[in-house]
């Protein structure tokens, strides 16, 4: 301590300076500002890596003149200023802020305002939060105010402190370069944030986010600039107030990257939780690992909601902010649990992808409703829908309370076709028929390959593969196998030698995928760089497929509508075989939403979409490429039990409206209140609201009475516990009764030889009605059953004597219901499966597509977990719980239990969790802690950017559960608020 004063100390070098400058008492105040200026011209000659540079600061709007600079004893500064604590130079760091933050840009009028200390800011992390900003720090200094710091808390006194508290402190191994990057980026969110609060012009580094996230999205997406129309939306005044919006552009034309863009904004600069509903489980996984590396670098949480995956009410952090990436099911779950904790204002921010799905079945309903509830109780939570395909968009601004954005750009020109018989036509409005001829086919058809081939698909695909990619959509799962199939027969032998080793390569994998099977066609058609994709095929088939084809090792896909709605692979070519979906004429929607996969931006000049038509459809099919989108209608009426009585009972279950009059004026803020003129004119939406609230009563999940008369309308409406727990499992209010009397019934004489029993009590109801039995399958799976296992067909209503006569083709006399006698086959099908953990044997036992196999699958994992919550809320079911969260989690995840671990990582799916196993990484903290380069080597088919991807999603999601253990320490020993007073 005694070398802090001697007289060749540091301090008394500093003290000396300071006196030299400040020993003038007319100095003026630009002359005081510069004082710890002259201080770091030292650094940046020697610490150039471990500071903010002339370059970052110019970003910022921060520049030294020469002038500015005035040498004071270079060569004992630089000395000095080498071996500085970190703590130190951010303390120079601070006072160089505050002499150049009020300089303006060369040759511009445009002033920065001050901050203060990123040291601070590292210590205090809370600074970022809106109540502890102020108490934390300044962030605005006059001139005046500048001088009085600097004449009351001189330099010496602040390296004094410093310098004692470094003394005394432990030693971190942490490098400056680290210690200064984060504090440059903490520095830059904190700007940003005091930015977009203000309505600036002046935005910020990067669209008011740190200069980091542009260079994250170079390193991670190759982006280096943002479309012209990307610009143009986030610098829309509408986004700077906060006001909500829906953009819409074709597809492919970059709407995701400005949902990101905006979501960063939230979570890093105003600090609060963000939700982005997706609409399918696929997606939310390829979301979550393509984000996760954002929230490693920027320090968010991303947390999956999807199928059985979630925790209700999320974890309250302290310091990280999360991103919710939810299915439109989860998402509605989630706004539950945050509705009935009164944490909804912790969510800043809704994006919602594809908006158009609100028009669509009772997923559009849940979306809806949940949508409805957010705007209904939290007025700071903004709302972001975007999609390609939207029609009404006035109705859904009228609900959504939005701005309209809208831009035809596309970054790849799309060529529509129609081929009618041998001729070829482009659409064109401007002609009578909308057609115009523009014949291209160079291809010689023998007389028998046009017998095989009267539609000349082979034709169609040999103009563009193997150079160049195709999709050919079709109508049935059985025509896209027959499809690749006859292509591959026809094609020149030619086509095998094209990547011949990666082709066998994936041919290997998909068989080690299926121990050992593969299916026939496709070892017939992968050789030719073709193969099928459809929802027969199981998830890591499906995904094997999808990465051959990106790599371009496959060049052609024959695949069904799904395709066109999931994960994003785009071709130069689309050919839509027919304009049906199985045997229904093709909808607007999803006819542009499967030419929208034509055309790949950065590879392709244009994209080409050809429609195939049978002259009996051509009427139809000019109106379809001309017609206007379908327009977006409320589902809450036509989806009765999963729309307006399960919005009604939710309402009154969560306390957001609990009077007929409240409830009213709830609806009257729906999509469904917006529309309400397309309404019967026999009911009235009043009338429809009373109906169901009656009827929810008369099932026992409300108590209370609605009558007609106005005086009665405020008598206070509650929920009961079966509709408590109907609410908290997300159950269907057509099956919430039948659930509860077979849990009731089941405490009877529940079965635990097995988990046949319980297995039976979380088959999903909804797949019942279309499972039709294999009769002598179903017998001789029961036979194999132990007498306890027997037992429990006796038990849930499906006698032996049944299963026998149906197998023997006798007359039935005593009535069995048709709907248990269903469940309890597919409950065989997933105890088979938990016992053999193979996808292939058991669809093989059953005679079912094993693609079928593995929805029922993920079907019943999701509803074991719904099942789940719905006994967490009625205590009679407490003997329940232990079982079905232990089963819940053998179905998400079929495997040994040694698999579950990497499985648990977004995007890890069985084949790739037993390569890595086999490789050494058997825990998440190797996977978190591998090194990319490494693990590409060792695992067979994994491209370098999926390997970061995993790595990325790894140290995710050990993060999340390292934080959520740091957030139980917290909770355990924070002290009670009502400990008793000491008398």
Same mark, same amino acid.
């Given at each position: 301590m005694e070398s802090f004063y001697g007289k060749d100390s540091l301090l008394a070098q500093m003290d000396d300076a300071e006196h030299k400058y400040l020993q003038d008492e007319n100095m003026d105040v630009t002359a005081a500002k510069d004082i710890p200026g002259n201080l770091q011209p030292g650094i940046h000659q020697k610490k150039q890596n471990n500071i903010i540079t002339s370059e970052t600061e110019e970003e910022h709007g921060f520049q030294m003149n020469e002038k500015d600079h005035v040498d004071i004893c270079p060569e004992s500064s630089e000395s000095v200023f080498d071996e500085l604590p970190s703590s130190q130079l951010l303390y120079f760091e601070k006072m160089d802020e505050l002499s150049s933050g009020s300089r303006m840009y060369a040759g511009t009028d445009r002033r920065v305002e001050c901050t203060s200390s990123s040291s601070d800011k590292v210590r205090s992390p809370s600074f970022l939060c809106p109540d502890a900003e102020h108490e934390n720090r300044t962030t605005d200094f006059s001139s005046d105010s500048k001088c009085d710091l600097l004449k009351t808390e001189s330099l010496k006194d602040h390296l004094k402190s410093a310098m004692t508290g470094n003394a005394k402190a432990q030693t971190l191994q942490v490098s400056k370069t680290k210690q200064l990057k984060e504090a440059v980026l903490i520095e830059e969110i904190f700007v940003a944030s005091k930015t977009i609060e203000s309505s600036s012009v002046d935005i910020g580094p990067f669209y008011g986010l740190p200069s980091k996230v542009k260079d994250l999205l170079r390193q991670f997406r190759g982006i280096e600039t943002l479309y012209e129309w990307q610009h143009d939306c986030l610098t829309l005044e509408s986004l700077q107030q906060r006001k909500n919006l829906i953009y819409s552009l074709p597809t492919s034309g970059g709407k995701t990257l400005v949902a990101e863009i905006i979501i960063l904004q939230e979570l890093l600069c105003r600090q609060k939780d963000v939700l982005m509903i997706l609409p399918y489980v696929a997606i939310v996984q390829e979301k979550i690992k393509a984000l996760s590396s954002f929230g490693i670098e920027l320090g968010f949480l991303v947390e999956e909601y999807a199928g059985s995956k979630g925790r209700f009410p999320p974890i309250k952090r302290r310091i990280k902010k999360s991103l919710y990436i939810a299915t439109i099911e989860k998402g509605h779950a989630l706004v539950n649990s945050l509705i009935e904790t009164e944490r909804i204002g912790d969510l800043g921010l809704v994006v919602v992808d594809e908006l158009h799905m609100l028009g669509e079945g009772s997923r559009g309903a849940t979306l809806e409703i949940t949508l409805a509830k957010i705007l209904y109780t939290s007025k700071n939570t903004q709302i972001i829908g975007m999609s390609a395909t939207l029609n009404n968009v006035g109705d859904l601004q009228k609900f959504l309370q939005a701005e309209y954005y809208t831009n035809n750009f596309r970054p790849v020109e799309l060529k529509e076709y129609v081929k009618i018989r041998d001729t070829i036509y482009a659409v064109d409005s401007k002609t009578e028929n909308g057609f115009t001829f523009s014949h291209f086919l160079n291809f010689k058809y023998s007389s028998n390959l046009e017998k095989a081939d009267p539609d000349h698909i082979i034709a169609l695909v040999t103009e563009v593969i193997p150079k160049y990619s195709c999709l050919i959509f079709c109508p049935t799962k059985k025509n896209c196998e027959n499809v690749a199939s006859m292509v591959c027969k026809y094609l020149n032998k030619e086509f095998r030698v094209f990547r011949e080793k990666e082709k066998q390569d994936l041919i290997k994998n998909l068989k080690s995928i299926g121990n050992g099977s593969i299916c026939p066609v496709l070892k017939q058609t992968i050789p030719f760089g073709v193969a099928y994709h459809h929802s027969g095929l199981t998830n890591d088939e499906r995904k094997s497929?999808?990465?051959?084809? &990106? +790599? %371009?090792?496959?060049? $052609? @896909?024959?695949?069904?509508?799904?395709?066109?709605?999931?994960?994003?692979?785009?071709?130069?070519?689309?050919?839509?075989?027919?304009?049906?979906?199985?045997?229904?004429?093709?909808?607007?929607?999803?006819?542009?939403?499967?030419?929208?996969?034509?055309?790949?931006?950065?590879?392709? &000049? +244009? %994209?080409?979409?050809? $429609? @195939?038509?049978?002259e009996k459809d051509k009427r139809l099919v000019q109106d379809l490429v001309h017609s206007p989108l379908e327009n977006c209608y409320s589902n809450l009426l036509l989806e009765l039990t999963k729309g307006m009585q399960s919005l009604l009972l939710s309402l009154v279950g969560l306390k957001i409206a609990v009077t007929y009059e409240e409830v009213n004026n709830f609806m009257r803020n729906t999509l469904l209140g917006v529309q309400q003129q397309l309404l019967s004119k026999d009911k009235s939406l009043s009338e429809i609201i009373k109906d169901g609230l009656e009827s929810l009563i008369e099932k026992g999940l409300l108590k209370g009475r609605i009558s007609e008369k106005d005086h009665n309308s405020k008598c206070t409406i509650t929920v009961t516990p079966l509709g408590k727990a109907t609410i908290k499992g997300s159950i269907d209010l057509a099956y919430c009764n039948l659930l509860y009397r077979e849990l009731k019934k089941g405490l009877e004489g529940l079965v635990l030889e097995s988990n046949l029993h319980v297995l039976y009590l979380a088959t999903p109801y909804d797949l019942t009605s279309n499972c039709s039995p294999d009769w002598m399958i179903y017998l001789r799976q029961f036979s194999q059953l132990s007498a306890a296992e027997q037992k429990v067909a006796d038990i849930v209503g499906v006698p032996e004597s049944f299963i026998t006569k149906k197998a023997s083709g006798q007359a039935i006399r005593k009535k069995v219901d048709s709907a248990v006698v269903n469940r309890l086959y597919l409950s065989f099908v997933l105890y088979t499966l938990l016992k053999e953990m193979n996808v292939w044997s058991v669809s093989e036992k059953f005679n079912m597509s094993r693609g079928y196999v593995q929805n029922l699958l993920s079907s019943a994992a999701s509803f074991a977990s719904c099942v789940l919550h719905f006994c967490e809320e009625l205590e009679e079911f407490w003997v329940y719980k232990a079982l079905l969260a232990e089963l819940a989690k053998q179905l998400t995840y079929c495997v040994k239990t040694e698999l579950i671990p990497l499985m648990e990582v977004a995007g890890v799916l069985e084949a790739r969790a037993k390569q890595l196993y086999n490789a050494g990484y058997r825990t998440l903290a190797h996977l978190a802690n591998a090194d990319p380069e490494t693990l590409v080597k060792m695992i067979e088919h994994l491209p370098r950017r999926q390997a970061k991807q995993i790595i990325s999603s790894a140290k995710m999601l050990l993060s999340e559960k390292a934080e959520a253990l740091q957030e139980e320490v917290e909770e355990l020993l924070k002290v009670p608020t009502d400990i008793p007073a000491n008398y």
């Open positions: 497929i999808e990465e051959a084809y &990106s +790599a %371009g090792v496959l060049c $052609l @896909i024959a695949c069904t509508v799904t395709l066109a709605a999931g994960v994003n692979l785009p071709a130069r070519r689309v050919i839509l075989r027919a304009p049906y979906v199985a045997s229904d004429f093709l909808k607007k929607n999803q006819y542009k939403q499967m030419i929208g996969r034509a055309g790949r931006a950065g590879i392709d &000049s +244009a %994209g080409e979409s050809i $429609l @195939i038509v049978q």
